[in-house]
């Protein structure tokens, strides 16, 4: 075993430690299970061939993927840029980036339909370029791309922050530009932050609620999503039905992530001889 | 075929200043310097990975100063090695081959000839991690070197390697220069290492150059107290010129030159002492520790010129030589061979007899 010799006292220690992975653990699982319990036959049944709640599910999986590819087209360049270059107002830019974050999630539905709707940029948007987002499909888009796409810049920067740049200095004597750098060296080694990023990007547009309730609304058919059909049905008094999507939700979301994981954590980056691994920000 | 002229840059509160370097094609050139003086600065402005603030870099007679890194075409090897973690072996080499868009054919054979040059060819499938340090060095050495560069920046080549391996890899680099006929700059803080691999070095300070030259020229000649203490030479000791002293027949060594024979008569402390050549008002002496010669102080015998009574205060054997730490009218180190010392039969506390032969003692200038 690579780990020292224990005494008494640090076997105390180790297990208190893992005493917190335990409860945490077992707490999420009996949520689940209490859910699991409540659950019923015809509420499964009535969730399975419900046209609208399929509606729904295919709704939260096309935004939900759609939001984290534009997520990840806007948070490659954003955190090379973040990490890389040296602008003025870069510590503002780095600010505002995180402002999503804290933002509770129903502010960014109301800022959002303040915008379209009061302000005239966004009513020209609307209204003369036609662009119409408010309780549209695109606006769920829209909504979560808000909400979510803070966490694959985040992450697009930390994996950066963590290519030495020693790796671009050498490719850029041996001949390459700086995109030539960049395209061949640090984006294959920061992959796996990224990765990440997106993951995290991912989990928080698909479960995304407030901010599509005021922005978008929850019409059957058209702009339900998940999160808004477990509201939905709850308020009706169909809490079986809404606990078996919940249910659903979770499974995807287990599902998706185990996928992505298995997918990206092949061709792992072996570890650099001398150098600290320019490892990706957080660990898949 | 390398030549700076004047290059200042900065980077927080240091500063490299005015560096004014001239390095001929075929050249092995070591920069030295201690830890933080400048010296991979210094080579990163060379490939242009650092915008000088002002001066030129010249690289066969062009002016490079404002080129980008990919246009210098020099072949460099950054400390650590920074080879590229995702790719094997042969892709790092290849990798400026295909950057630089070599034909597809072409490629497998350079690579492999560079691999055989180096001795790395059985390595050539295998990923980044899990080589050895020696391994990792050739293997970035045979990615600078595919394009073959006519200059090879080094930046601490073998400073992560462990002893064995340094010498194995330095007397490669130096083969390979001969070989290849490549001008080398290799920066290194290590003496051994410079001792062995150098035609020429230079030395740097806190971003200042300090002396350019031979090694020998260096260790025997140095311009400055810090150049003298970094090639390891303790012996510095302040002296005051009370006038000329006449020549004497048997201290002046015969194939010294009329000049030379000049003696300078100086104070130091309480002793007065003989050093070859004109000099002035206050000066810095040293002599090296090897050329400090020590006899017995025999009962009865009368002190000669340049001769000093010390005693000896510590010793300590380095596996080869004897280093003496000596007390006198002021603290004197010598190193003696092993036979020497026994030969002297002393052990702590001796009386002794040490003589700084005048043409042994040189004059910092600086």
Not at chain 1, 202 to 208: S, Y
Request: glycine share 8%.
């Amino acid at each position: 075993m690579d780990s020292p010799v224990k005494g008494w006292r640090d076997s105390i220690f180790e297990a208190t430690a893992f005493f917190f992975v335990c409860i945490f653990v077992i707490f999420v699982l009996i949520l689940i299970f209490a859910d699991v319990f409540y659950i019923d036959k015809r509420a499964i049944v009535t969730v399975l061939t419900s046209r609208f709640i399929g509606h729904a599910l295919w709704m939260s999986i096309w935004t939900s993927f759609a939001t984290t590819f534009i997520s990840l087209f806007f948070a490659v360049p954003m955190g090379y840029a973040l990490s890389r270059l040296r602008f003025p107002g870069r510590i503002f830019a780095d600010t505002i980036v995180d402002l999503p974050i804290v933002f509770p999630p129903l502010v960014v539905g109301l800022t959002l339909l303040v915008f379209f709707s009061q302000t005239a940029v966004g009513r020209w948007i609307q209204e003369d370029l036609g662009i119409e987002f408010v309780f549209q499909p695109k606006g769920i888009v829209l909504c979560q791309f808000v909400a979510a796409a803070s966490f694959a810049i985040r992450s697009a920067k930390t994996a950066f922050d963590d290519v030495s740049r020693r790796y671009e200095n050498v490719a850029l004597t041996l001949g390459c530009t700086r995109w030539g750098s960049f395209w061949r060296i640090s984006l294959p080694l920061a992959r796996n932050g990224i990765i990440a990023g997106g993951i995290l990007t991912w989990a928080r547009a698909f479960g995304l609620f407030g901010p599509l309730m005021i922005f978008v609304g929850s019409f059957r058919g058209r702009t339900e999503v998940l999160s808004t059909t477990i509201f939905l049905e709850q308020s009706v008094g169909n809490l079986e039905v809404a606990l078996v999507i919940a249910l659903l939700l979770i499974f995807i979301a287990l599902v998706a992530i185990t996928i992505i994981r298995l997918v990206a954590g092949q061709g792992d980056r072996p570890k650099a001889g001398l150098i600290r691994p320019a490892s990706g920000g957080v660990k898949l | 075929m390398i030549r700076t002229e004047r290059i200042s840059f900065h980077i927080g509160t240091f500063r490299l200043q005015d560096v004014s370097l001239e390095i001929t094609a075929g050249q092995y050139f070591v920069l030295l310097g201690p830890p933080g003086s400048g010296k991979s600065i210094f080579l990163e402005c060379l490939c242009g990975l650092k915008k000088v603030d002002s001066g030129k870099i010249y690289i066969e007679g062009h002016d490079v100063t404002s080129l980008e890194p990919r246009a210098r075409n020099l072949g460099y090897v950054p400390q650590d090695y920074a080879l590229f973690p995702h790719l094997t072996v042969e892709q790092n080499i290849a990798f400026g081959l295909r950057v630089r868009r070599h034909s597809h054919k072409d490629i497998p054979s350079r690579v492999t000839e560079t691999a055989d040059l180096l001795g790395i060819r059985h390595l050539l499938s295998r990923r980044i991690n899990g080589l050895s340090g020696g391994e990792t060095q050739r293997v970035a050495l045979a990615r600078a070197m595919v394009l073959q560069p006519k200059v090879l920046l080094l930046d601490e080549p073998v400073c992560a390697l462990d002893e064995v391996t340094r010498q194995e890899v330095c007397s490669q680099l130096s083969r390979l220069q001969h070989h290849l006929g490549l001008t080398v700059i290799h920066v290194s803080h290590n003496l051994e290492e410079a001792f062995s691999v150098a035609d020429r070095a230079a030395i740097l300070h806190q971003g200042v150059l300090q002396q350019v030259g031979t090694l020998e020229g260096l260790l025997r000649k140095p311009e400055s107290e810090f150049v003298a203490r970094f090639m390891r030479c303790g012996n510095i000791f302040y002296g005051q010129v009370t006038g000329p002293g006449p020549p004497e027949a048997g201290l002046i060594p015969s194939r010294a030159s009329p000049w030379q024979q000049w003696q300078t008569r100086v104070r130091v402390g309480d002793i007065e002492l003989s050093l070859l050549g004109e000099h002035r008002g206050n000066v810095k002496l040293m002599i090296r520790p090897e050329d400090v010669l020590i006899r017995p102080n025999y009962e009865g015998r009368s002190k000669g010129e340049n001769e000093i009574h010390v005693k000896l205060a510590r010793r300590r054997n380095y596996g080869g030589y004897v280093r003496m730490e000596l007390d006198g009218p002021f603290n004197l180190v010598a190193h003696l061979t092993d036979a020497a010392y026994t030969e002297l039969k002393v052990e702590g506390g001796a009386d002794l007899i040490a003589v700084l032969r005048p043409e042994n003692i040189h004059v910092l200038t600086r």
